[in-house]
């Protein structure tokens, strides 16, 4: 199984939908961990960090369910803006500095 | 604003040249990493640094070294660049978990 693992998409999705993603992750011991939101052609940028249960940030909540390990991000009213790849990044098993991240799942949000 | 900067956006390199990439940030960060991304592989580490002068391998250190000789500093060498070595190459710092990442270089090998 892979460290972390998220569906690619893309999502294509209405302005003002509600859309979310989910990543899954093996490595148990986790205790922290990110989404960041990559723009085409642009660095990736932190957008949530999630540590216990869950996180909320205006229209966007993460979630962290550890007995099934995965988290979710939820976006809520989207926006055209919102249109980007989303990277679940997770611990690595091995410890340390290092940290995992997901291939990306890119949402597209139409008008 | 606090900023991660890569010393080029955009390098073209032939085969079997040394190539250097730099990167500083001005954070006072301990940690500091390599990582390139692929299509469809996301972002892999090549190498981190959790202090001056000192290095580990990340995932896919094969053909790469890097060098850390001030805290702000932090360059990655491809010692003989080949064709599989084009790709994005990101740059980011951390303290203590979240990563800032500098803008990038997009490396041509031809």
């Known amino acids: 199984r892979k460290e972390v693992e998220q569906d690619p998409g893309p999502f294509n999705v209405p302005e003002g939908a509600t859309v979310a993603f989910n990543c899954t992750y093996s490595n148990s011991a986790s205790q922290s961990f990110f989404w960041y939101r990559q723009d085409c052609r642009k660095e990736p940028k932190l957008l949530m960090s999630?540590?216990?249960s869950g996180n909320e940030d205006g229209r966007f909540t993460a979630q962290l369910n550890r007995a099934s390990q995965y988290i979710s991000l939820l976006i809520r009213d989207s926006k055209l803006s919102d249109s980007a790849t989303y990277l679940c990044v997770v611990p690595s098993r091995g410890g340390g500095f290092k940290t995992i991240f997901g291939a990306g799942t890119r949402l597209f949000v139409k008008a | 604003d606090v900023k991660v900067t890569q010393s080029s956006r955009y390098l073209v390199k032939r085969t079997g040249e040394k190539v250097f990439l730099e990167c500083v940030q001005d954070?006072?960060?301990?940690?500091m990493f390599w990582y390139r991304q692929d299509p469809g592989l996301g972002l892999r580490l090549i190498y981190f640094s959790y202090d001056v002068k000192m290095k580990e391998k990340g995932d896919i250190p094969e053909g790469y070294s890097v060098s850390r000789e001030k805290k702000e500093r932090f360059s990655l060498i491809l010692e003989s660049a080949s064709t599989n070595q084009t790709s994005m190459y990101l740059c980011a710092s951390s303290f203590p978990d979240s990563l800032k990442f500098g803008q990038g270089t997009r490396l041509t090998v031809v």
């Open positions: 999630v540590y216990s």
């Open positions: 954070m006072d960060h301990e940690n």
